[in-house]
């Protein structure tokens, strides 16, 4: 009797097991199958709505809420046609006695109006500004895309050449966050007089795997801006700044740009956020670029 009683016993326990281990694997896959259709729906959204997650030209808003008359500069309302026909909106800031002229990349978000900070200090350096809208943002029509914002590029720095008849040595190309891959992509096309990036990043799959580790970023990315491939061709001096305080675009991705970088190149470790980078850096800011435009404008000077 006592050998049968264990026997029960045992296969009491057996299947006991055998029920929970089931039950186990029963949760399991309902929980792998929940995270996998997660995944699934979360892929297909970031897929669907790249262009929305980059492009923010409703942020804070597409119209105007100030001009360079404003904060006391004269400036001309400028308007180009691109190659595909779409209207671009700019301002054209004309400096005192300027020995350059600084093509303005603005970031992913907000217009023109909302760069007068960065105007009056790149005025005051000596410089004259011309700044423009992308395809979608501002006063400019059409809708951004990445190839778009590459024919605006084009187009603005033809309006400087063939319609202000400057010099390609005497343009700054200058991109901040978006607007320095934008940047980075001009200056492989033509050779300017120099090149800063500021608080921009390597590529949009790199940034994009870093904010979502857990998705196949790089094969979901209908976008590019390749920065740390292309800034290995450039042919002109590069200053990159970034702040080790960015809270969007990280410092590690401004340093992986200045390695790529050849020679001449120069690296300005900001302060501050990712959007008042340039203005909690203050002084430090200006006399690095006072003396990175001063240095190789007299380099061109002598060649």
């Keep these: 009797m006592t ?9 009491i326990a057996y299947l006991y097991y055998i029920s929970r281990t089931h ?31 980059l ?11 100030a001009t360079p008359a404003d904060i006391g500069l004269a400036y001309q309302d400028i308007n180009l046609t691109t190659e595909d026909s779409i209207e671009l909106h700019g301002w054209f800031i004309p400096g005192d006695e300027p020995r350059r002229t600084l093509l303005f990349f603005h970031g992913n978000a907000g217009n023109i109006s909302h ?29 951004p895309t990445e190839q778009g914002t ?4 084009q187009a603005a720095w033809s309006y400087l050449i063939r319609t202000r008849a400057l010099d390609a ?31 921009t990043f390597t ?48 410092f590690e991705e401004g340093r992986l740009l200045f390695e790529a970088a050849a020679e001449p190149k120069q690296f300005l470790e900001m302060h501050g956020g990712h959007n008042d980078g340039f203005i909690v850096t203050g002084p430090a800011y200006v006399s690095a670029l006072r003396s990175f435009i001063g240095a190789h404008s007299r380099t061109a000077a002598e060649q």
Excluded at 115 to 138: A, P
Aim: glycine share 8%; hydrophobic share 45%; net charge positive.
């Design 3 to 11: 050998g049968q009683r264990f026997g029960t016993r045992c296969k």
């Design 23 to 53: 039950v186990m694997l029963h949760w399991i896959w309902k929980l792998f199958l929940l995270a996998t259709i997660t995944l699934t729906v979360l892929s297909v959204y970031v897929y669907l709505m790249q262009s929305r997650m």
């Design 55 to 65: 492009y923010y030209p409703n942020m804070p808003g597409r119209a105007l809420t």
């Design 115 to 143: 760069r007068l900070e960065s105007i009056g200090l790149f005025h005051r350096l000596g410089l004259s500004v011309f700044i423009f809208d992308y395809r979608g943002f501002g006063q400019s029509t059409g809708s």
């Design 150 to 153: 590459y024919l605006d590029a």
């Design 169 to 199: 040595g005497e343009i700054i190309v200058f991109g901040r966050s978006l607007g320095g891959a934008i940047a980075t992509w001009l200056a492989s096309r033509h050779t300017p007089a120099m090149l800063i990036l500021e608080s």
């Design 203 to 250: 590529s949009v799959p790199a940034i994009a795997h870093r904010f979502y580790p857990f998705l196949p970023t790089r094969l979901l990315s209908r976008f590019q801006y390749n920065s740390l491939e292309i800034v290995k061709q450039l042919a002109c001096p590069v200053l990159i700044a970034h702040s080790r305080d960015d809270e969007i675009i990280p």
